[in-house]
């Protein structure tokens, strides 16, 4: 049973250059959240999507965006980047109901220059 | 406001000893609290959680937590520490009425041989 995945592993970006993050859920589980989490830092909320939609946001610009397809996966999306934007950007995936665990992905670390 | 406090931004602990890492929080209502672990370069891995019942909760690897209402805590404790254990531990606390997770700071455990 596969956890949680993320691609890439690693990318490097310049300022003002637009980012897509993938990210699939372990099996079974229809609710991904993600999170921000600067060097030194604990991971930040950005926002979550069930069912497709965006369920909650976290204090992030409109930059910020994201995507649920079909099949439970994700995307997130980052315009108009900033150097404050390099982080690791961690997925994690739980059912929906309360009290459910999110399990993590292996993130995705983001370099802009 | 949901908030997770660790108070510690490392701790240090001899093999074969005890280890305590601590984590205080604020939250409204009853608390769903998280620990995880990162090791360098990796996601977060679930260690436990507390949902409701015996204060005393059992983990993975060994890690148990102690829930206390009175004092708002919700210390991380193992009884022999392990030169693996060495890792980057996070305090999570899940926000029943917006669905998200606050993180801590995180503590930075060290475990000598």
């Known amino acids: 049973d596969a956890g949680v995945t993320q691609s890439p592993t690693h990318l490097i970006k310049t300022r003002g250059q637009q980012v897509t993050l993938r990210c699939s859920p372990k099996s079974g589980h229809d609710t991904v959240s993600w999170y921000q989490q600067a060097l030194g830092q604990g991971p930040q909320f950005i926002f979550q999507?069930?069912?497709?939609?965006?369920?909650q946001r976290g204090n992030f610009p409109d930059r910020f965006s994201g995507h649920q397809f079909p099949n439970y996966s994700s995307e997130l999306n980052v315009n108009a980047l900033l150097l404050g934007d390099s982080a690791l950007y961690l997925c994690?995936?739980?059912?929906?109901?309360?009290?459910?665990?999110?399990?993590f992905g292996p993130g995705t670390r983001l370099l802009v220059l | 406001a949901q908030s997770v406090a660790q108070p510690e931004d490392q701790v240090n602990v001899a093999e074969g000893n005890p280890l305590t890492v601590k984590c205080t929080y604020s939250v409204s209502g009853n608390p769903y609290l998280f620990w995880y672990v990162q090791y360098p370069n990796r996601g977060l891995q679930f260690l436990l959680k507390?949902?409701?019942?015996?204060?005393l909760v059992k983990g993975s690897y060994g890690f148990e937590a102690e829930f206390n209402k009175s004092q708002t805590s919700f210390h991380l404790k193992k009884p022999s520490a392990l030169v693996s254990d060495s890792a980057l531990y996070f305090c999570a606390v899940r926000d029943m009425d917006f669905n998200k997770f606050y993180f801590g700071s995180g503590t930075k455990l060290n475990v000598k041989p």
């Open positions: 994690a995936s739980s059912l929906v109901e309360w009290g459910e665990t999110q399990y």
């Open positions: 999507y069930y069912e497709e939609e965006e369920r």
């Open positions: 507390y949902i409701t019942g015996d204060n």
